[in-house]
């Protein structure tokens, strides 16, 4: 956990944008140019005032470094900063400055040079209530200005600004000598062509105790070291110390001017209306790395940066209070689709996925993470890689398999024969290959559950190790990704390039004639060659490839996150469904399931390349999403059918099923809370067999069982024929205690 | 009252008609109680659907954000 917020130092986030750094003032333009959007003209102008003193000069003087800095140009015209503050200057309802009430200081500071940078020290001074004396040898005020704006513009400015503070201004007065002056410090402005006293250097504190040196070729620098020179002035004043000031600040801040829209200033003559001005303010990115809040769901959803996620976390996982009160986090914990987008598109490759990980699996460890976010795939767990669902089993008996072919628990729970077409197709390309059906261990990484990923994957290294260490074929990247985690000492290829390799031609139809968007799932992003294969044999398919996205993202389903935060994980599927209006073509089964759960049209590639699903040209498109009942029951129909068709053994279905009728809409509902038939005929049978139930007066029976630690209540009648399920319904709570 | 509160349930095994007393409920550590439907003989009790859908759900949530 330290780890990652030694990793933070490294995040961009808070990095300054281009035009700040390069400007004298150091001016926060993302703040200034966020108020200016939001028309707020005065609020602009009070930040550009507190920041430049002179705003009406400086907005009319300033030389723009900014305009050279801002990262617009590389793609239009940069941003027209300058005539941006010209309209806070004009467009402000009230310029005065503030007055601010304090004891005088009772120290004098001696001034030289009554300059634009001479001023500007003065006001900064005078308005923490110094005593300053500014010497001018000429007989006026203002220095460079005269020959760059009218008098009544920096004069008139001059007065308004300091029209609340007193200092003593000494004209026609040449200091030569400086020890003539009887000061606590003394300040020397006098100009680029000034008279040193012969100290040489840039602006700053000098060799001498007390005197300080201001600078700048610009009227803009010169008026930005004299505000900063006050400020070091002042330090001095109550340390004693010489110190120099702050240089300015620098940027580590990358950005893509690939990715600006095009968008050039709608006006460029002539001073700016206030709507030209919140229209030119629209223009300015505000640069500021958001690569991962642009792209990773979760920091949109919540609106939080890794920054704010490590220290909610932290306060999460080390609550400050005994009761834990504090757990902000939690949820968002639990939230994260372990898509690695984060790491993918961040500058730095800082891993906030992997950091909620490990958050997960400190909550779990500690036994405060609610245990229904994850109990559900737990179990379902438990499930593939129970002797229902599980096989593992070489070509031929006894002989060493060359590979093996590990669908996942999903793609067979969305459709059993996605799994024995492949293993048909691996068998004649490769025949000494076996079959590993069960799970890969994805839900207890995803759940922090050590122990149980630990056991899982042990299982399967103990497997692979009895079937002579194949190479591993799998056909999804979850599980890949997976193995390449825990078990790197195994081999392993893709099933669809293993195809494209072999010169799979998959039957070509009228219907697939279709144009598709690739739906690459999350986790593929390092893998291009996988991508170039699944487009080979899309397109082999007769298939036409368009809207490519940007880059792989989650479809919602990563880290099943849809028990811990339902409105979530339905936002994720939201924009994905919507990045492109073309039917999905997926190589997940996950994918394919959510997409078409949502009614998102969505093939998986198996659909096409072993032509199922496809009774009509569209329908498999539209194929639903099978319930987390039907799954299991493919699970287990897999099983079967691969011993019937492969090993011609007859499997007897293990299971004892109860002759349950339900209708349609009763089932939706079962499937929108989770809830498998296999938990209601468990609460009916134990009904029946112990009479614990409540009769109203049609018959109805109610009665409930808690299996595991869910609660499950059904509402059936007995029939003739089995049961009859009118309403079923789960709570988190248990009964009983005090 | 709606209508699952409302409805009259006998005990199977008892056959008597259930009625409502305070009953605990535990979660995340934490405890609480309601009145429910039970079976004065046998303690079988019943949660209409909204009762869980509604309250009890809502309390799991915010046990779980607390």
Aim: some cysteine; hydrophobic content about 35%; aromatic content about 8%.
């Amino acid at each position: 956990m330290r780890d990652f917020k030694e990793t933070l130092k490294n995040c961009l986030r808070e990095e300054p944008p281009f035009c700040s750094c390069a400007c004298p003032f150091g001016l926060d333009v993302r703040d200034l140019i966020s108020r200016l959007q939001r028309g707020s003209f005065n609020s602009a102008y009070r930040l550009f005032q507190n920041t430049v003193g002179f705003p009406a000069i400086v907005a009319q003087v300033c030389h723009r470094p900014c305009a050279a800095a801002c990262i617009r140009k590389e793609k239009d015209e940069a941003v027209l900063l300058g005539k941006l503050e010209q309209a806070a200057v004009a467009y402000a309802a009230n310029r005065r400055p503030n007055q601010y009430q304090l004891p005088a200081k009772g120290k004098k500071i001696a001034i030289i040079g009554a300059g634009p940078g001479g001023l500007a020290c003065a006001l900064r001074l005078t308005a923490r209530k110094y005593e300053v004396v500014l010497y001018e040898k000429t007989n006026r005020i203002g220095g460079c200005l005269w020959d760059l704006l009218l008098p009544e513009q920096f004069l008139a400015e001059f007065e308004l600004q300091l029209m609340y503070e007193r200092y003593e201004l000494k004209l026609n007065c040449e200091i030569n000598d400086l020890a003539t002056l009887t000061a606590d410090a003394i300040y020397i402005a006098t100009g680029p062509e000034g008279n040193r006293f012969g100290f040489c250097g840039a602006a700053g504190a000098s060799r001498q105790d007390g005197i300080f040196l201001g600078g700048g070729e610009q009227p803009a620098d010169a008026i930005a070291t004299g505000l900063r020179m006050a400020g070091v002035i002042e330090a001095y004043l109550k340390t004693g110390l010489m110190r120099q000031p702050e240089t300015r600040k620098t940027t580590r801040l990358v950005m893509d001017a690939a990715a600006i829209p095009f968008a050039p200033p709608a006006v460029t003559d002539g001073p700016l209306t206030r709507d030209q001005a919140v229209q030119e303010a629209g223009r300015c990115l505000k640069c500021q790395c958001d690569a991962c809040l642009k792209h990773c769901d979760l920091m949109r959803y919540y609106g939080k940066s890794p920054g704010r996620i490590e220290e909610e976390v932290e306060v999460t996982i080390h609550p400050g209070t005994l009761d834990g009160n504090g757990t902000v986090a939690t949820r968002l914990i639990a939230s994260c689709n372990h898509c690695d987008v984060c790491k993918n598109v961040c500058p730095q490759g800082i891993d906030t996925g992997a950091f909620l990980l490990q958050s997960q699996r400190s909550m779990q460890e500690k036994g405060a993470m609610p245990w229904p976010f994850h109990d559900f795939w737990l179990r379902d767990l438990e499930f593939s890689n129970g002797a229902d669902c599980a096989l593992v089993r070489p070509a031929a008996p006894g002989e060493r398999s060359s590979y093996f072919f590990f669908p996942g628990c999903r793609l067979g729970g969305s459709d059993p024969r996605y799994v024995t077409e492949s293993y048909r197709y691996l068998l004649s390309v490769e025949p000494e290959t076996a079959i590993f059906t069960g799970c890969c261990g994805a839900p207890a990484l995803w759940a922090g559950d050590q122990a149980l990923l630990q056991s899982t994957i042990e299982q399967i290294r103990r497997q692979w190790l009895d079937l002579g260490r194949p190479i591993a074929v799998f056909a999804c990247v979850s599980c890949r990704n997976i193995f390449r985690q825990f078990l790197p000492e195994i081999e392993s290829r893709m099933l669809y390039q293993v195809m494209e390799q072999h010169g799979f031609q998959p039957p070509v139809t009228a219907a697939e004639t279709a144009r598709l968007a690739v739906f690459d799932p999350c986790q593929s992003e390092d893998d291009p060659e996988l991508h170039r294969a699944v487009r080979v044999l899309t397109e082999k398919a007769g298939c036409r490839i368009a809207d490519e996205a940007e880059l792989p993202l989650c479809c919602g389903w990563g880290g099943q996150v849809s028990i811990a935060n339902p409105p979530y994980f339905a936002q994720v599927v939201r924009d994905r469904a919507a990045r492109s209006e073309l039917p999905y073509l997926t190589y997940c089964a996950n994918c394919r399931d959510v997409f078409a759960g949502a009614g998102k049209p969505a093939y998986h590639l198996l659909d096409l390349l072993f032509a199922l699903n496809r009774h009509t040209g569209r329908e498999a498109a539209y194929r639903r999403a099978p319930t987390a009942s039907e799954s299991r029951q493919n699970r287990r129909l897999l099983k079967k059918t691969l011993l019937h068709e492969f090993f011609k053994e007859e499997a007897p279905m293990s299971e004892n099923r109860l002759p349950l009728r339900l209708s349609p809409q009763t089932a939706e509902k079962l499937q929108r809370d989770l809830i498998l038939l296999e938990d209601v005929e468990a609460v009916i049978r134990h009904c029946e067999a112990s009479g614990e139930k409540a009769l109203d007066e049609s018959g109805l029976c109610f009665g409930h069982l808690q299996i595991g630690q869910m609660t499950f209540w059904v509402a059936y009648r007995p029939t003739a024929d089995g049961f009859c399920l009118e309403n079923a319904y789960c709570h988190r709570m248990s009964l009983g205690g005090e | 009252m709606s209508e699952s509160t409302a409805r009259k349930l006998i005990c199977y095994r008892c056959k008597v008609e259930l009625q409502p007393e305070k009953t605990y409920f535990q979660y995340l550590g934490h405890s609480f109680f309601t009145d429910i439907p039970k079976c004065p003989v046998c303690g079988l009790v019943y949660i209409p659907e909204e009762l869980a859908r509604g309250r009890m759900a809502e309390v799991e949530q915010e046990l779980e954000d607390k």
